[in-house]
């Protein structure tokens, strides 16, 4: 892959750089939905909304450009395949190498192989995916090195990221995350209009970490749990019975996001009136990033996602779903000794815990507020809804 990846390596690195800003998200494999997404599709959309194309040239890097062909009716916005770094077709690889080790910026999460033959020159930022209470899954190899900056929070969180990620912490950019930005937006239409849900009072999301996947990725298994709907807490199809039941009598509804690598068909059996289940396929139909689908909820229920530190922002209740938080301990690991000093809302280990905390955000009860208060400041330096701003600003891009 290396000698491909170096055909026409000669004939670039000599030429000056251009104005070119390059942008990925998502794992080395292929996963529907993280294309085009998260923290460097915010950004992207930022940059659009600031004219900023008509001095650079954007260009995403995904797998099937013909999905994304609509982004290039968009001035200096070009599509390309992370596939043709080692296609047979001379065309093609000249193309990708091209931008590769001619553009200025990259702006990247998750994976940073791809950037691995890129010149000394260039800059690649590390968007990452989140700041969150979970620790990084297989510590071993330290990524630091591969990329100029990593973007995250706060100072707490520097530190958390250049330990675990193998950086230096003159890398950590606290300029806070640029999806956060999502959240201080005004989403057009009503949950009904979107997501066709039931019309209700109130809505909570609840948003539980991946534990165990569909096949084909098991090497990414925390473990396997003991539930007939593969969630936390609410494990049986009977307690989502009782569930439905309840949110029925306080007009009240629940829509699940499932995280991407779950099989929504080892979840939901049957159709509930007030719980709404979604998926990544769901979510690509109406095109809404979840932290702005976020602003609608009400309340969030989470366990230990990096989307809960988020949600901080709208200062809004939260609770964390901890039935399992021994086991999960174990396998994964935390970012915090005590990780229940850093959780930012109620504890919740029963179903019976689950309703109330229904019924509280029904009653316009917040019963962990101070606490959300006081983690605010160690989690997020800014909370005014402009860390793409500084994201920019910071690189002097404009």
């Keep these: 892959e290396d000698v491909l990846l170096m055909r026409f390596r000669k004939l670039f690195k000599r030429r000056k750089l251009k104005d070119i ?20 599709r915010a950004l992207f959309e930022y940059m659009i909304s600031q004219n900023i194309n008509e001095h650079y040239q954007l260009v995403w890097v995904v797998k099937y450009p013909e999905k994304f062909k609509y982004l290039e009716e ?33 702006f990247f999460s998750e994976t940073c192989n791809w950037l691995r033959m890129c010149r000394s020159d260039q800059m690649l930022v590390n968007l990452w995916h989140g700041c969150g209470i979970k620790g990084r899954k297989g510590k071993t190899e330290p990524t630091g090195p591969h990329y100029t900056y990593m973007t ?38 009503s949950l009904t209009e979107l997501l066709h849900v039931k019309q209700a009072k109130k809505y909570i999301f609840w948003l539980p970490t991946f534990r165990m996947t569909s096949s ?9 749990m003991e539930s007939e709907t593969g969630m936390p807490i609410v494990t049986t199809d009977k307690q989502l019975e009782i569930l439905d039941e309840v949110l029925k009598e306080l007009d009240m509804g629940i829509v699940v ?15 509930y009136e007030y719980i709404t289940f979604l998926d990544d396929k769901a979510i690509n139909k109406i095109n809404v990033p979840i932290n702005l689908l976020l602003t609608k909820a009400d309340g ?3 366990d230990y996602s990096s989307v809960a530190v988020d949600y901080m922002l709208l200062d809004r209740p939260i609770a964390f779903t901890l039935d399992d938080v021994e086991k999960y301990e174990q396998s994964r690991g935390f970012n915090f000794e005590n990780v229940h000093e850093y959780l ?45 701003e500084r994201i920019t600003n910071f690189f002097g891009i404009k």
């Excluded at 992370?82 to 990708?96: C, G, L, V």
């Excluded at 084909?216 to 396997?224: C, N, Q, V």
């Design 344 to 388: 930012p809302g109620k504890e919740i280990y029963t179903f019976e815990e689950f309703i109330l905390f229904v019924k509280e955000v029904a009653g316009n009860i917040d019963a962990s507020k101070d606490k959300r208060k006081k983690l605010l400041g160690e989690m997020h330096s800014y909370y005014d809804g402009r860390n793409c």
């Design 300 to 302: 969030l229920i989470s």
């Design 74 to 106: 968009i001035k200096n916005v070009k599509v390309i395949s992370y596939d043709w770094e080692t296609s047979k077709n001379p065309f093609q690889a000249f193309y990708y190498q091209r931008y590769i080790y001619l553009a200025k910026y990259f």
């Design 21 to 40: 800003i390059v942008f990925r998200s998502g794992l080395g494999r292929y996963v529907e939905g993280w294309e085009y997404a998260d923290n460097p």
């Design 257 to 271: 996001k499932l995280h991407p690598h779950q099989d929504i068909n080892t979840v939901t059996k049957k159709h």
């Design 216 to 224: 084909g990725y098991t090497s990414l298994d925390e473990y396997e």
């Design 152 to 189: 995250v929070n706060s100072p707490l969180y520097a530190k958390i990221h250049a330990r675990d990620y193998g950086c230096k912490l003159e890398q950590m950019l606290t300029l806070g995350l640029a999806k956060q930005d999502w959240l201080f937006q005004d989403l057009k239409g």
